[in-house]
């Protein structure tokens, strides 16, 4: 199998503070990932850090079989990584269709928003993802479910490597969740891979085939799902047991 | 549509009406349309002079001199920023068009190296608070005092006259009786407008006004537009400067003093929100002419000038006021 991303000795300090030490992961193509670990365990600077939104203090990363230095968010694009971020990044005051097209939008004539072609798109994408969002609709005031299907639609408007999913089924409503793991299953059937961060253990035992857990910027286990079981997740997350 | 979420914003949890938004920014624009009628009325009412060709004229060439600015604010406020330095600019620009004009350059090359200036001044101001880092308002404040100090530098603080006749004409003429400075306002207004509504460059300008960080995270370019918001307000400052030269017939640095602060007025009179991501057009043009029919007004009416000044300050408070309000009842 081809390995998509490959993290080798990632450091990562802010000030005093030590978010990454010594991490190395790698990813498959057409692999669900799982990341888990406690608040703060540096899940999120991992993920930013693969959006090119953070610099590594040190280490490699290398993607599709090239060492790469991802500068901005608009270079992991282009090497086709796709994000959801925790905070979402949503723009409140721009429509969910300009939301999900932000940086990339829809042009006629050469410069000119094609905001018809935008609007039908995201209504489509709004719609496989169940939800009631609309796209001609300003976030502000929209659900915390409808705000995370559009950052979830804006993962659909290429063909990604890899897409990395910072906890998008926590704001979720119960009924949407399926969905949400549907989507993500449908990735992996379209071979490209997913790194799911999720502080939801059934969520990531069932969508994933690979769960890595993090715990104070270390790496404390890496195993496929079928040799782990609950409580010794649930042991490392929380530091009763140091490592697997 | 939910008529409530005109007055108390969308209510938490429930979706935001897009039409609603758009209505309220067209009531808003409704609203100070009327306030322009109503002072015209009035003023036609009491004074004898107002409702004369030559005043009404004097009032739209004034108020076409602040609106363009105004745009160029607005542009700038929609990014969460602001242009202190306008003012200064105008003048800066006036004294180099001027002195141009005066060592005999053509009136083309005169107001496109003018033009020029202008663009290095935004881009001076943009560098600053991208890569530096600064504050919006401490850069451009301090482009304030800098571009005055340049103006009276390069003209020896004195007034520069001697101007050609076809340059002078210029402000007083009109094409089939519009007036040329009004033509200029329209001709600032359409391509702007196409910008803010039709374009990525103005959905990146909102987006940077939403959430900056987010934006950055969706790979829009934000030191880029960051540019093109302050070179563009310099360059509609840089415009004015050329059009206030011609119309007193006099580049001096003084020209043009305080008026940013007559644009930050005029655009937010006009709807724009001083935290970002709310403006258009149409609002800056309203709000210019009622400060201009204010400034005409109080003069007909012999009250001190310098109360335009005064309600200025005020107006800015009150209306920031109220849009900070709607901000925190959401
Ligand atoms: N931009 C930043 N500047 C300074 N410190 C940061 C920054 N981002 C993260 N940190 C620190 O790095 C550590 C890891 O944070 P991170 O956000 O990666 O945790 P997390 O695993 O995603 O937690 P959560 O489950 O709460 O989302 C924390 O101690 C945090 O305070
Ligand atoms: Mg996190």
């Known amino acids: 199998m081809t390995e998509i991303v490959n993290l080798s000795n990632i450091y990562k300090s802010f000030g005093a503070v030590q978010a990454l030490i010594d991490f190395n992961l790698s990813i498959n193509e057409g692999e669900i990932v799982g990341l888990m670990g406690d608040n703060g365990a540096g899940k999120s600077t991992l993920l930013k850090i693969l959006a090119g939104n953070f610099l590594p203090t040190s280490g490699n990363i290398n993607f599709n079989g090239e060492d790469v230095v991802f500068n901005n968010p608009k270079d992991a694009r282009k090497a086709g990584v796709e994000v959801v971020y925790q905070d979402l990044a949503l723009c409140d005051h721009l429509t969910a269709a300009k939301n999900i097209y932000l940086s990339r939008e829809a042009k006629r004539f050469g410069f000119l928003l094609d905001h018809k072609k935008m609007n039908e798109t995201s209504q489509k994408l709004l719609d496989e993802l169940n939800s009631s969002a609309r796209p001609g609709d300003v976030v502000t005031g929209m659900s915390g479910g409808q705000r ?54 059934p969520d990531i035992m069932e969508v994933c085939d690979r769960i890595a857990v993090m715990r104070l910027g270390e790496k404390v286990c890496d195993k496929n799902k079928s040799d782990c079981n609950p409580e010794e997740i649930t042991g490392l997350i929380t530091g009763a047991i140091k490592s697997a | 549509m939910d008529l409530m979420e005109l007055f108390t914003g969308p209510r938490k949890g429930a979706v935001a009406d897009p039409r609603v938004a758009r209505l309220r920014m067209y009531l808003n624009n409704l609203a100070v349309f009327f306030l322009v009628c109503a002072m015209w009325i009035t003023l036609s009412l009491v004074t004898s002079t107002f409702a004369t060709t030559g005043n009404i004229t004097n009032v739209l060439r004034q108020s076409s001199l602040w609106s363009i600015i105004a745009i160029g604010q607005t542009v700038v406020l929609i990014t969460a920023g602001i242009d202190l330095s306008i003012g200064s600019v105008v003048g800066l620009s006036s004294c180099i068009v001027a002195l141009m004009l005066n060592k005999g350059y053509p009136i083309s090359v005169s107001c496109v190296f003018t033009c020029l ?147 930050v007025a005029s655009s937010v009179i006009g709807g724009t929100s001083l935290f970002g991501a709310v403006g258009g057009v149409f609002g800056p043009v309203l709000g210019a002419t009622v400060l201009s029919t204010i400034n005409n007004g109080a003069n007909l009416l012999n009250v001190q000038p310098y109360w335009q000044r005064i309600l200025t300050g005020v107006i800015i408070v009150t209306v920031v006021f109220f849009d900070q309000l709607k901000k925190r009842g959401k």
């Open chain 1, 148 to 201: 995370q299907a559009i950052a979830i639609a804006r993962t659909r408007l290429s063909e990604p490597k890899i897409v990395l999913m910072d906890e998008p089924t926590a704001a979720v409503s119960v009924a949407q969740v399926p969905v949400i793991l549907d989507y993500i299953r449908s990735l992996k059937k379209q071979n490209h891979s997913v790194l799911l961060i999720s502080h939801r253990l």
């Open chain 2, 117 to 263: 200036c202008g663009l290095g001044v935004g881009a001076v101001h943009a560098f600053g608070i991208t890569k530096g880092k600064l504050p919006p308002f401490i850069m451009t404040l301090a482009g304030l005092t800098t571009w005055f100090g340049v103006g009276l530098l390069i003209t020896g603080a004195m007034p520069i006259g001697n101007l050609p006749a076809d340059f002078k004409n210029f402000s007083r003429g009109d094409v089939l009786g519009i007036p040329n400075l009004f033509l200029c306002v329209i001709g600032v207004m359409i391509p702007t407008y196409i910008i803010l509504n039709h374009t990525r460059l103005g959905n990146h300008l909102y987006s940077i006004g939403s959430n900056r960080p987010g934006a950055e995270l969706n790979a829009v370019p934000v030191t880029r537009t960051i540019f093109f918001a302050y070179m563009y307000s310099s360059l509609l400052a840089s415009i004015v400067g050329i059009l206030v030269a011609a119309r007193l017939s006099l580049g001096i640095a003084s020209n043009g003093f305080t008026w940013e602060l007559q644009a």
